[in-house]
C-alpha cells in the first residue's frame, strides 16, 4: 500500500490514523473561506501566514469536497486528485493506492534504448483501448510510450494543453485504475510509460486559483496564455515539483516531458525541480526527464535533464522533405543541407546566433559537447502536425514515398532518439487536428475564431472548396484526427515493415553502443544530401549517406571509395543505394547506413 510521502504540502492527503489533511494555498482568499463536503456543515478556514489553510477530517476516501470562495462560489481544489465530473465539479478525496502492482519491480530502462511513441489517450479509446495496443507497440520495437497531457480539461475532447487540474486524470479517458493497468501492464512488456506534463500556463476554462490565490501569477509578465505563472513564489515552486513527483511515485511513470518550459519565467527553477524528483526516487531507477524549449538552453541538459525535443532538426528535415519555406521553416530554406549536417553532428542548428524569422533575435547555446542522445529526433509530433491548419501529415505533404523513407531511414537509426507520432509507423493519412469540446459557448465562439485568423493571412490554407479551417469544437474534427488505418491495407503493412526492421536494427545493433558515442563530422554533400560518421562508444563506427533531393549526388573520391570497402552495409532505403555509393555517387530519394566494427 501506497502512502502519499511526506513531501507533499498541497490537496486533500490521507494519514496514517485515518483522517484526511486538507491544505490549500490561498493567500489572497476572502475571510469567509470554507471546505465544504457534501452532508456536513462548511469548515470555516483561515490562511496561516504562509497563506496555507489547513485542516485535518474524518471522512473516507470517496469524499467529495469543494471550497467556498465568498458566499457563493464554490470551486474544485486545484491539487484534486480525482474529480466528480468536468473541471467544474466537486473533487473526491483519494485514499493510499491500493491498484494490485504486478510488476512493482519494474525499474525503467536505460535511456539509450529509447524509442518514443507519443499517443494521444482519447484517440486510442482512452486508457483501456491504450493498454489494447501496448503489445502490437512493443513488438513494433517501441520503448518508451509518452502520453500527451492527461490532467482534468474541460469536456470530453481536447489536446490536453488546455489541463486545468494538474494532478487529476481526465475521466473522460479511465479511472486511475485503469491508467495504473496501462502503465503496470507496459511494464510487464518492458515499456516505459511517460507523461506530457504542462508547467507553463492553464487553460482558459476551469482555473479559479486568481480568485483566492492571486499571486500565483505575475501581473508583469504574460505568456500567449495569459499572465505568466509566478514561480518566485515558493508555494507555486512546490505545487509543481508535488506535481511531478505524484505522477512519478503514485503511478509509476518512468518519466515527463515538459512542455514549452521557454514559457515559464524563471527557467532556474527547472534546475530545481529535477533536483527535487530525482532525490525523491531511488537512484536505481531509470527516470527520464525531457525538455520542449524553444530557447536551445543547453546548459539544462547538464543539469537532470536527459534530452530536448529537437525542433531544429525537425524544421530542416521537414523543408527538405516538402519545400516548405514560410513562417519559422524560412530559417532553415537556406543551404538545408548544411543544417541538416549541423544538426546530425552537434543537435542544434541555432546554437546562439541570429535567427531572421526572429527578426534577428539571438537563440540558442552551444549544443557540440552534448551527446547525441541529448537531442530527441522525429519527423512529426503534435504540434508540427497539429498545428496546421488541415492537419496533414507527412504522408500527404512530401513529395514522393521514397523521400520519406529516406528520413524515416535517417531518424531511426540515428544516434539521437527517435520519437514516433501515433499512426506514423502505419503511414497513416489521417489529418491530426486540433480539438477542443469547450461547454461554455462564448468559449468556443473565441476559439474558432481566433483559429480562423491565425491562419487568413496563408491562402494556402483555404480548403478546396473556400471553407475555413475545421472548427476545434465540433465532434467530427475530432473524429477526423483517429490516427490508425481501420483497414490493414497494403500500404500500412509496407510501412509498418520498414519501421518494424528498423528499429529491430536499432535494438540490437546501434543501442547497445550508444553510451559515450560522439560525432565525427557531418558534411554537406551538394543542397539535399549529407554524409554524417559517429564513434560508437565500443569504437565502431557508424556511416550515414542522406540524399532527400531527386538527383544523384556524386561524392568526393576518398568518400566514395573508403567507406564502402572498409564498412559493410547495414541498412538502405532503396534498392541499389549501397551500390551506387561503390560508383561514386549518393541515390536520389535514399539513405544509406554502414557499419565499421572496432578494430
Same mark, same amino acid.
Given at each position: 500500500?501506497?502512502?502519499?510521502?511526506?513531501?507533499?504540502?498541497?490537496?486533500?492527503?490521507?494519514?496514517?490514523?485515518?483522517?484526511?489533511? &486538507?491544505?490549500?494555498?490561498?493567500?489572497?482568499?476572502?475571510?469567509?473561506?470554507?471546505?465544504?463536503?457534501?452532508?456536513?456543515?462548511?469548515?470555516?478556514?483561515?490562511?496561516?501566514?504562509?497563506?496555507?489553510?489547513?485542516?485535518?477530517?474524518?471522512?473516507?476516501?470517496?469524499?467529495?469536497?469543494?471550497?467556498?470562495?465568498?458566499?457563493?462560489?464554490?470551486?474544485?481544489?486545484?491539487?484534486?486528485?480525482?474529480?466528480?465530473?468536468?473541471?467544474?465539479?466537486?473533487?473526491?478525496?483519494? #485514499?493510499?493506492?491500493?491498484?494490485?502492482?504486478?510488476?512493482?519491480?519494474?525499474?525503467?530502462?536505460?535511456?539509450?534504448?529509447?524509442? /518514443?511513441?507519443?499517443?494521444?489517450?482519447?484517440?486510442?479509446?482512452?486508457?483501456?483501448?491504450?493498454?489494447?495496443?501496448?503489445?502490437?507497440?512493443? !513488438?513494433?520495437?517501441?520503448?518508451?510510450?509518452?502520453?500527451?497531457?492527461?490532467?482534468? =480539461?474541460?469536456?470530453?475532447?481536447? *489536446?490536453?494543453?488546455?489541463?486545468?487540474?494538474?494532478?487529476?486524470?481526465? $475521466?473522460?479517458?479511465?479511472?486511475?485504475?485503469?491508467? !495504473?493497468?496501462?502503465?503496470?501492464?507496459?511494464?510487464?512488456?518492458?515499456?516505459?510509460?511517460?507523461?506530457?506534463?504542462?508547467?507553463?500556463?492553464?487553460?482558459?476554462?476551469?482555473?479559479?486559483?486568481?480568485?483566492?490565490?492571486?499571486? =500565483?501569477?505575475?501581473?508583469?509578465? $504574460?505568456?500567449?496564455? #495569459?499572465?505568466?505563472?509566478?514561480?518566485?513564489?515558493?508555494?507555486?515552486?512546490?505545487?509543481?515539483?508535488?506535481?511531478?513527483?505524484? *505522477?512519478?511515485?503514485?503511478?509509476?511513470?518512468?518519466?515527463?516531458?515538459?512542455?514549452?518550459?521557454?514559457?515559464?519565467?524563471?527557467?532556474?527553477?527547472?534546475?530545481?525541480?529535477?533536483?527535487?524528483?530525482?532525490?525523491?526516487?531511488?537512484?536505481?531507477?531509470?527516470?527520464?526527464?525531457?525538455?520542449?524549449?524553444?530557447?536551445?538552453?543547453?546548459? %539544462?541538459?547538464?543539469?537532470?535533464?536527459?534530452?530536448? *525535443?529537437?525542433?531544429?532538426?525537425?524544421?530542416?528535415?521537414?523543408?527538405?522533405?516538402?519545400?516548405?519555406?514560410?513562417?519559422?521553416?524560412?530559417?532553415?530554406?537556406?543551404?538545408?543541407?548544411?543544417?541538416?549536417?549541423?544538426?546530425?553532428?552537434? #543537435?542544434?542548428?541555432?546554437?546562439?546566433?541570429?535567427?531572421?524569422?526572429?527578426?534577428?533575435?539571438?537563440?540558442?547555446?552551444?549544443?557540440?559537447?552534448?551527446?547525441?542522445?541529448?537531442?530527441?529526433? &522525429? %519527423?512529426?509530433?503534435?504540434?508540427?502536425? #497539429?498545428?496546421?491548419?488541415?492537419?496533414?501529415?507527412?504522408?500527404?505533404?512530401?513529395?514522393?514515398?521514397?523521400?520519406?523513407?529516406?528520413?524515416?531511414?535517417?531518424?531511426?537509426?540515428?544516434?539521437? /532518439?527517435?520519437?514516433?507520432?501515433?499512426?506514423?509507423?502505419?503511414?497513416?493519412?489521417?489529418? =491530426?487536428?486540433?480539438?477542443? $469540446?469547450?461547454?461554455?459557448?462564448?468559449?468556443? !465562439?473565441?476559439?474558432?475564431?481566433?483559429?480562423?485568423?491565425?491562419?487568413?493571412?496563408?491562402?494556402?490554407?483555404?480548403?478546396?472548396?473556400?471553407?475555413?479551417?475545421?472548427?476545434?469544437?465540433?465532434?467530427?474534427?475530432?473524429?477526423?484526427?483517429?490516427?490508425?488505418?481501420?483497414?490493414?491495407?497494403?500500404?500500412?503493412?509496407?510501412?509498418?515493415?520498414?519501421?518494424?526492421? %528498423?528499429?529491430?536494427?536499432?535494438?540490437?545493433?546501434?543501442?547497445?553502443?550508444?553510451?559515450?558515442?560522439?560525432?565525427?563530422?557531418?558534411?554537406?554533400?551538394?543542397?539535399?544530401?549529407?554524409?554524417?560518421? *559517429?564513434?560508437?562508444?565500443?569504437?565502431?563506427?557508424?556511416?550515414?549517406?542522406?540524399?532527400?533531393?531527386?538527383?544523384?549526388?556524386?561524392?568526393?573520391?576518398?568518400?566514395?571509395?573508403?567507406?564502402?570497402?572498409?564498412?559493410?552495409?547495414?541498412?538502405?532505403?532503396?534498392?541499389?543505394? =549501397?551500390?551506387?555509393?561503390?560508383?561514386?555517387?549518393?541515390?536520389?530519394?535514399?539513405?544509406?547506413?554502414?557499419?565499421?566494427?572496432?578494430?
Amino acid at each position: 500500500m501506497t502512502v502519499l510521502p511526506e513531501p507533499y504540502t498541497h490537496g486533500a492527503l490521507p494519514l496514517p490514523d485515518g483522517r484526511t489533511r &486538507f491544505r490549500l494555498w490561498a493567500p489572497s482568499a476572502p475571510a469567509d473561506l470554507a471546505l465544504v463536503m457534501d452532508g456536513r456543515v462548511p469548515i470555516a478556514l483561515q490562511p496561516d501566514a504562509d497563506g496555507y489553510a489547513q485542516v485535518d477530517v474524518n471522512c473516507p476516501p470517496g469524499t467529495r469536497y469543494r471550497y467556498r470562495i465568498g458566499q457563493d462560489l464554490l470551486v474544485p481544489d486545484p491539487a484534486s486528485r480525482l474529480q466528480d465530473g468536468d473541471v467544474h465539479g466537486a473533487s473526491v478525496v483519494v #485514499g493510499p493506492d491500493t491498484y494490485p502492482w504486478r510488476h512493482a519491480s519494474w525499474m525503467g530502462r536505460p535511456w539509450r534504448e529509447a524509442v /518514443i511513441y507519443e499517443a494521444h489517450p482519447g484517440l486510442a479509446g482512452g486508457f483501456a483501448g491504450l493498454t489494447e495496443r501496448l503489445p502490437e507497440l512493443a !513488438k513494433l520495437g517501441v520503448t518508451v510510450l509518452e502520453l500527451m497531457p492527461i490532467a482534468d =480539461f474541460p469536456g470530453p475532447r481536447n *489536446w490536453g494543453y488546455d489541463g486545468v487540474l494538474p494532478y487529476a486524470p481526465d $475521466s473522460a479517458y479511465g479511472t486511475p485504475d485503469e491508467l !495504473k493497468r496501462l502503465i503496470d501492464t507496459a511494464h510487464g512488456l518492458g515499456l516505459c510509460v511517460m507523461l506530457d506534463v504542462v508547467y507553463n500556463h492553464f487553460g482558459p476554462d476551469g482555473n479559479y486559483l486568481s480568485q483566492y490565490a492571486a499571486p =500565483f501569477f505575475r501581473d508583469d509578465v $504574460s505568456t500567449p496564455w #495569459g499572465a505568466a505563472i509566478d514561480f518566485r513564489q515558493p508555494a507555486v515552486r512546490r505545487y509543481f515539483e508535488e506535481n511531478a513527483l505524484y *505522477w512519478l511515485t503514485e503511478y509509476r511513470f518512468d518519466g515527463l516531458r515538459l512542455d514549452a518550459v521557454h514559457a515559464i519565467s524563471d527557467p532556474d527553477w527547472l534546475v530545481e525541480l529535477a533536483r527535487f524528483v530525482r532525490g525523491q526516487v531511488p537512484a536505481q531507477r531509470h527516470l527520464h526527464l525531457v525538455l520542449e524549449n524553444d530557447d536551445n538552453r543547453a546548459s %539544462l541538459l547538464t543539469e537532470g535533464y536527459d534530452a530536448q *525535443w529537437n525542433d531544429d532538426a525537425h524544421h530542416v528535415l521537414h523543408h527538405l522533405l516538402t519545400g516548405e519555406s514560410r513562417g519559422y521553416y524560412a530559417d532553415y530554406a537556406e543551404q538545408p543541407a548544411q543544417a541538416l549536417a549541423r544538426c546530425l553532428a552537434e #543537435g542544434w542548428l541555432y546554437q546562439g546566433q541570429p535567427s531572421p524569422y526572429r527578426q534577428g533575435a539571438t537563440r540558442g547555446e552551444p549544443s557540440d559537447h552534448l551527446p547525441p542522445t541529448a537531442f530527441v529526433l &522525429f %519527423l512529426q509530433n503534435h504540434d508540427q502536425t #497539429g498545428n496546421r491548419a488541415w492537419g496533414e501529415r507527412l504522408t500527404e505533404l512530401a513529395e514522393n514515398a521514397e523521400r520519406l523513407r529516406a528520413a524515416v531511414t535517417l531518424q531511426l537509426l540515428a544516434p539521437q /532518439i527517435p520519437l514516433i507520432f501515433m499512426g506514423e509507423e502505419s503511414g497513416s493519412r489521417a489529418p =491530426f487536428l486540433y480539438f477542443t $469540446s469547450h461547454t461554455d459557448p462564448a468559449l468556443a !465562439k473565441a476559439v474558432r475564431e481566433g483559429r480562423q485568423r491565425e491562419f487568413a493571412a496563408f491562402p494556402e490554407f483555404a480548403g478546396a472548396n473556400g471553407e475555413p479551417v475545421p472548427d476545434p469544437n465540433a465532434e467530427t474534427t475530432w473524429e477526423q484526427s483517429a490516427p490508425w488505418p481501420q483497414a490493414d491495407s497494403a500500404e500500412a503493412q509496407s510501412w509498418r515493415g520498414l519501421y518494424s526492421a %528498423l528499429l529491430d536494427l536499432r535494438l540490437r545493433v546501434v543501442a547497445p553502443r550508444l553510451e559515450g558515442a560522439r560525432n565525427v563530422y557531418a558534411r554537406a554533400v551538394g543542397d539535399h544530401s549529407v554524409h554524417a560518421r *559517429w564513434r560508437l562508444g565500443d569504437g565502431s563506427l557508424l556511416t550515414a549517406y542522406v540524399n532527400l533531393g531527386p538527383m544523384h549526388v556524386a561524392l568526393p573520391r576518398k568518400q566514395a571509395t573508403t567507406p564502402p570497402l572498409a564498412s559493410s552495409l547495414l541498412f538502405e532505403s532503396r534498392a541499389g543505394a =549501397f551500390d551506387a555509393l561503390s560508383q561514386g555517387s549518393v541515390c536520389p530519394e535514399s539513405t544509406v547506413w554502414l557499419l565499421e566494427d572496432a578494430a
